[in-house]
Every structure is written in structure tokens, then in C-alpha cells.
């Protein structure tokens, strides 16, 4: 990055984000809950899902798009699942609630199992088995978002990056935490070559045509993004289809928006014509070890199964394979001590918030 | 493919593979289902996982490799889930019990999650969700397999190519079926590459030192495949991440032998010194619809998904993006009709089956 940097600690960003939820009349406890999923993104390091998108919550929240006080409720439900109406709330409380549902049936019946529609964004998918993992359950999470990818031999838009995370405990190992787009390489990344003005690698996106291109102009031209595997002969119809897998488990099943008909997250973007369900969706599964196997046995396993994983002989110009959750956990341990790095843009972005609620902001 | 092809009806090959494990002491039950999981690949056209692999099976059974007649037992239950123990019998026959296992407990409770330790190579992953589709489930199921992929960064094969099948009941289309390895890609496409004596793309294998390669030879000569994604600024940590989870869910879940450990399934390779539980491991999902959301309903959209999905415009070059499982239906509907062709190679192999066991085999 080539803008300069301001430090803030988490809890100042937290109470931030907290009053200006509430503002728009989020109660306490919803808007602090949202505040920790934003501001947990930038611990991690998860920039583009931390307090950079506080604007965009506010200009939805502003507009009467997102409800500030929805009645979130069970739709259906049996022993091991249910189905969640969000009531258009935030995706930032709508989510750990459903969340929550889905680990106490996994507590009580071995695995819960919760699709949710009528949703917004939920923030990084990463944080929902973060609270799996304080519970020693296995947790999972699953989006679909604003359409951005083409699927393998189409030339159009019609998938959201459509992420998929779940996290394993470890017993003195820290656990294995894999949330990961499923898309070729994340929005931010075109994002940054935008920025500095430089080419991007064939297989990142597609012209509006269809073509291969390196020119990530093409991208706001009109162009998709590509799958994971973005080619045939890499893979691409597999990127194509877990990304057609998370669409399905959170919008078909729950009643949500899927493919290109989900509502953007972004105003400058522009809202599906048709609908063809009530929002975004969600989906989150939690399975409880002890179902399965001895928990100690399980997690004295997994820091063997990282032992072993982290002793394989390196690649060239490498210092071998990481452990998923790695980079995540390092950044959480640097920005909790030192403070989190906002971009100048997103600082600019938390202070026109504030001088129109009234919020006070200011670099501590 | 430039060797002959001869043609065999589905019935015959079952009938044969059948009377193959009856040999052994496989029971008639069982033997029928596992014949019938076998020439199920072979219909769908995953010739790589039918009845090639037969003369493989019948040597593990001559051996006493694998357990002709296992005591399958579920060993901890709770409502949604469970643990099976496979009693190191034919992953043909174990698999299809554990997954009727999820199949029971998701009609009863929601969904239902097994998973498998001490078993084998279970055919192609594809067959369990098929199974569910019969139902009006939605069915996942996973396995590791042999030592061949390495992590991103790594050097040196540490995961199979573990792969994801998951599929979605259509009302009047057909089902959507994905199917996939979290290997860039299926290792007979290095195989025929081999045969052909032709390069490889950049991205599939790396030699033994881990440098990027497109000689296939060097996968033979101790090299390893490339998890989905390839690079890793193509995303070769997610393809590195699922492989992981496919692991922990079968292996580290069940008490199977995970990552390098897992036991080959073939003669030639070599047995890990290691074991750090028994067999390998496989892990089995249902959900039941209508806990979410009205059946109909669901499948209705699905068909609406499909439609919606054929219509992408098309990339320059192609026909547009296909749904996942067209190619396999494809194959089912002609090979059904005009029978399976099989390479001579194979042919030779099940006549030599033929020979030592004096069951008849014959093109007809």
C-alpha cells in the first residue's frame, strides 16, 4: 500500500461501529455484536471486510435498505436443521444469531444445520466457526454475495464470490481456520492493481466478451471474474461448482436471491430487475466432535495432523506449506497489541460518518 | 484414446464383478452393490474409477488385504451423527451402509453426517449423493485417498485427491451433480498425457524438488500433483484448504489414517510406515429439504436455477457454461443404450480375473 497509515485499537473502532448502529436505532446489544463481527475482519487482517465497508453499512442503513430492528425468526425447523428469516437486518446480526441456532443443535443432536434467507452481508465468513471453535464444535459458514463471476464458459456475471469457511480445533496447536473465497482471487486484489496501475495474471477475470485479459480496466468495463481452477484444464467447472453449491445451500434452500438476482451490497451498483426470493442467503452448519469421536482424541490429532503438515519438505523460494488460519492468526496477534492500519480512504470514509451523525472520530 | 475399444452391456460387467467378489466370500447382497457402485462409474463415464479398478480389488481380496466379510458397526451415535468402523471391508459395500446411515438419520431427524474409518477405496464419490437424489435428499459425501497431491508451498505428496460430490434434486430437469476432485486435476489426465508421450500445462504437477514442471514423467519420478488452483496467486491455498477439510472430516473425524498415512490402494505403492489410525476415512451428508423449506418449492427452483444458468451468455469458442453432471447423465443415456466401452488394457485385465478365478468372461 502506498497511503499512509493510521493505527487505531479495536476497541475504539468497536465503539465506533457500535454508535453508529445504533444511530440508525440497532439495539445495544445488536449493534455491538455487529461492531465485533466488522472490527474482528480487521484483527485478522481481513481488510476488505472490516470497518472499510462501515460506509456502506450507513449509506444502506441511511436509505431504509437494511431494517434496523428485524424480528428474525425460525421459518421451519427439525431435530438436526432450520431455515431462518433474516427480515432484511444486517447480515452483521441476522448471521451469528442464525449461527447460534445451528450450535445449539449441534450441542443438543450432534449437528445443526441452519439456511437463512432475506439477509445482507454478513461480514468475513471466517467469523462464524471462530464462535464454533469457542464452543469445541466444528463449525461452517457459507454466503452468496453480489454476482461478480462467471461460471466456467459463460461470459457474464452471474455468481457472488460465494465463500466457504469451517475451523477445526487443535488441544495445544492453534486450530485450522479455512475460509476462502471461491472465486479465482479476491475483488481486493483487482482492487490493488487497479491502484497501481499494473496488469493482472490470465485466469483472475474475463472481458465483457468473454476473452482472457490481463487488463483489470476490462473488470469495471463490464468483465467477470473467474472461478477457482479459472480454466478447463485447471479446473475451473470445480471453482464453477462450489460456487453453485454455496448458492444453492443459502439461497435455494432458504428462499433467498440467488445467482445474478442477489441485491448488491454496493449503491453504485445496480439492483436486480428480477427477484426471485427475499434477499441474500446464508447458510451455517456446526457438528459436535463428541458425536463423532472422543474430543481430546480429536484435538491431540489435529495438532499432530499440523505438526506433520508443517514438517513437509518445502518448495523452492519457500518456506513450506502453511497451516490454514495461519497468516489470520498472526495478523490478530500483531493488530491486537500494536492497533489495526486503516488506508487513508477508509479513515476519510469513518470520518464523513461521523460529521453526519455526529459521531465523534478522530486518529487517538 | 487409440487402443480398441470393445462393448459390454452394464448387466454383464455387474454380473461379472459380482460373481469376482462372491469368489472372495463376499455375500450376494453385497457383492451385488458393491458391482453395482463399480459399473455405475463406468455408465456415468468415469472410467477411471469402474471396472478398471476391478483387477485392483480382486488382488487386495487375494491378499487378504481387504475384509471380505466386515462386521460394519456404528461405534458413538448421537441424534444427527455418527462414527462408523468398516472393519477394513470393501469400501464399496461399507460406504453405501455408512451413507444409508445418513440417509435414515436425515428422514428421521433433518439431516444425518457418518464418518467412516477403517475402510477402502469407496469407486467414485458420486455414487452416495446419486443414492440420495432417489430419495429427495440432498447427499454429500467425501474420502481421502492415496498420498499424490502436495500442499501449496509443499514439495512432496501429502494429501489424496480427496475428492466432494454433493448433488440437488431438479422437479423437471434433471439433478444438479458436482462431482470433484481438490487435485487441479484428475490424475489420468497426467496418465494419458504419459501414454501419449505429450507435455503437461504448468500448474498440475511439480517434480520431486518441487519445481514447476509439464514433463509427466516427473510425477513417476517422485513429484505430486497441484491442489486446485495450482499457484497460489491462482488460488492454490483454497484448493490446499479443501483437500485439508475433505481429510479432517474422513480421517481426523473418524479415526482413520490422514494426509501422507492414508494406505495405498494399489500394489505397487508403497505402505506409509506410520499408521496413525486404521484405513482410510470417508464422510457422508444428507439434508432433508422439506426441514427447510417445501420440497416442491425447492425443486421448482432448482429447474428455475438450471434455465437460468444454460442461458449465460456463452464464453467466445464455447456452447456456454454446462450444469454440473450434464456430461455424466450424458454418458449414463448413451451407455445405457449402446453399451460401456472398455480399453483392451482393461479386457486384458479382467480376463486375466477370468483366468484365476475360472469365472467366465468374454466381449459378447
Not at 503438515?309 to 498472526?330: C, M, N, Q, V, Y
Request: glycine share 10%.
Amino acid at each position: 500500500m502506498d497511503e499512509p497509515l493510521s493505527l487505531f485499537t479495536a476497541a475504539y473502532l468497536r465503539d465506533f461501529a457500535t454508535a453508529v448502529f445504533k444511530h440508525f436505532g440497532v439495539c445495544k446489544a445488536d449493534a455491538e455484536l455487529a461492531a465485533d463481527v466488522l472490527v474482528k475482519s480487521d484483527l485478522r487482517g481481513v481488510d476488505s471486510h472490516g470497518v472499510a465497508r462501515l460506509h456502506t453499512y450507513f449509506e444502506m442503513l441511511e436509505l431504509g435498505r437494511i431494517n434496523p430492528k428485524p424480528n428474525i425468526k425460525i421459518v421451519r425447523e427439525k431435530t438436526s436443521v432450520a431455515s431462518v428469516d433474516g427480515d432484511n437486518g444486517l447480515g452483521l446480526v441476522v448471521a451469528p444469531k442464525a449461527n447460534e441456532i445451528a450450535m445449539v443443535k449441534a450441542e443438543q443432536h450432534g449437528s445443526g444445520w441452519v439456511s437463512v434467507c432475506n439477509t445482507n452481508h454478513f461480514g468475513f465468513a471466517g467469523y462464524y466457526p471462530l464462535m464454533a471453535l469457542e464452543r469445541d464444535l466444528i463449525g461452517w459458514a457459507m454466503t452468496n454475495s453480489t454476482k461478480l463471476v462467471a461460471p466456467l464458459w459463460g461470459a457474464e456475471r452471474m455468481l457472488g464470490t460465494n465463500p466457504i469457511a469451517i475451523a477445526f480445533p487443535g488441544y495445544q496447536e492453534p486450530p485450522i481456520v479455512i475460509d476462502m473465497a471461491t472465486s479465482a482471487v479476491a475483488y481486493g486484489k483487482i482492487e490493488i492493481a487497479l491502484r497501481k496501475n499494473e496488469n493482472i495474471p490470465t485466469g483472475w477475470i474475463i472481458d465483457r466478451d468473454g476473452n482472457d485479459t490481463n487488463n483489470p480496466q476490462d473488470m469495471l468495463a463490464g468483465g467477470a471474474q473467474l472461478p477457482l481452477g479459472s480454466q478447463k484444464e485447471m479446473g475451473g467447472h470445480k471453482g464453477y461448482g462450489l460456487a453453485s453449491m454455496v448458492d444453492i445451500l443459502c439461497c435455494v434452500l432458504s428462499g433467498a436471491n440467488w445467482g445474478p438476482f442477489a441485491p448488491p451490497f454496493a449503491l453504485r451498483q445496480e439492483i436486480p430487475e428480477r427477484q426471485v426470493g427475499k434477499g441474500i442467503g446464508h447458510f451455517f452448519g456446526a457438528l459436535q466432535i463428541d458425536g463423532f469421536i472422543d474430543k481430546d482424541e480429536f484435538k491431540k490429532q489435529i495438532d499432530e495432523w499440523i505438526r506433520v503438515f508443517r514438517s513437509t519438505k518445502p518448495a523452492p523460494g519457500t518456506h513450506g506449506p502453511l497451516i490454514p488460519g495461519d497468516p489470520e492468526r498472526e495478523a490478530e496477534t500483531i493488530r491486537s497489541k500494536e492497533g489495526i492500519p486503516l488506508l487513508k480512504a477508509v479513515v476519510d470514509d469513518l470520518l464523513d460518518i461521523s460529521r453526519k451523525t455526529g459521531i465523534p472520530f478522530g486518529a487517538k
